[in-house]
Nanobody
Framework: QVQLVESGGGLVQPGGSLRLSCAAS????????MAWYRQAPGKQRELVSV???????NYADSVKGRFTISRDNAKNTVYLQMNSLRPDDTAVYYC?????????WGPGTQVTVAS
């Protein structure tokens, strides 16, 4: 089993920044892909960014150039640096880890972008 806990969400003004963290614990070896998703009210959950064990990354078009995903393998943590935040970035952000083709999810952290 893999346990994930997100942190770092909150209320921020448009144009501001936040850094989300996702700490993994449990049976964490062989986790090859970690990702951030988000779900806004009334919308489907969508992929924000993904990082593989080799460090390769991908981003949704809506966040390219504004968000950066990274991972610290020594701390078993993945980060999402979010800059130039916009009101349409408001959502619950979820961390996902894939290990041996099984997906594990964190409980999510709320990000609200509003003035």
């Amino acid at each position: 089993q893999v346990q994930l806990v997100e942190s770092g969400g909150g209320l921020v003004q448009p144009g501001g920044s936040l850094r989300l963290s996702c700490a993994a614990s449990g049976i964490i070896f062989s986790i090859n892909v970690m990702a951030w998703y988000r779900q806004a009210p009334g919308k489907q959950r969508e992929l924000v960014s993904v990082i593989s064990s080799d460090g390769s990354t991908n981003y949704a078009d809506s966040v390219k150039g504004r968000f950066t995903i990274s991972r610290d393998n020594a701390k078993n943590t993945v980060y999402l640096q979010m800059n130039s935040l916009r009101p349409d970035d408001t959502a619950v952000y979820y961390c996902k880890a894939t290990r041996l083709r099984i997906n594990y999810w964190g409980p999510g952290t709320q990000v609200t972008v509003a003035s």
